[in-house]
């Protein structure tokens, strides 16, 4: 599985490819996570099981928030992801997006947007 954005111009949607046996890959919208937000930046756990994202919705499902990190899981690879949430000891009040998770999950890359300068942080959890 492949995880990207796609634009049609005037949204910002979540999509997954698949390989296909001719080398092409599908491109299908992740319905599931998806919001009438703007929702991109699409980073998945090496298992496949869980994956964070940032949006700009906001929490009681309107929309024009701050980019914060969003966060859904799943039980299979066959499974679709259940509702996101937010994942607020990695949100605050400036845009943030994931750019890199460990293959173990324990630590995560997030860029900031703070005052017009972007800042790349990283944050643990244990294992």
């Known amino acids: 599985e492949l995880y990207f954005?796609?634009?049609?111009?005037?949204?910002?949607?979540?999509?997954?490819?698949?390989?296909?046996?001719?080398?092409?890959?599908?491109?299908?919208?992740?319905?599931?996570?998806?919001?009438?937000?703007?929702?991109?930046?699409?980073?998945?756990s090496a298992d496949g099981l869980q994956i964070f994202f940032s949006s700009n919705r906001l929490p009681d499902g309107g929309t024009g928030g701050d980019g914060d990190i969003w966060m859904a899981t799943r039980s299979t690879l066959a499974s679709t992801f259940g509702v996101p949430v937010?994942?607020?000891?990695?949100?605050?009040s400036d845009d943030e997006s994931p750019t890199w998770l460990a293959s173990d999950g324990c630590i995560i890359y997030i860029n900031r947007a703070t005052g017009g300068e972007q800042h790349i942080y990283r944050a643990t959890r244990p294992n």
């Open 5 to 44: 954005v796609a634009t049609d111009g005037a949204s910002y949607d979540i999509a997954k490819g698949n390989l296909l046996s001719d080398g092409g890959f599908t491109d299908d919208l992740v319905t599931e996570l998806n919001s009438d937000a703007t929702d991109s930046d699409p980073v998945p």
């Open 86 to 92: 937010r994942v607020a000891e990695l949100s605050t």
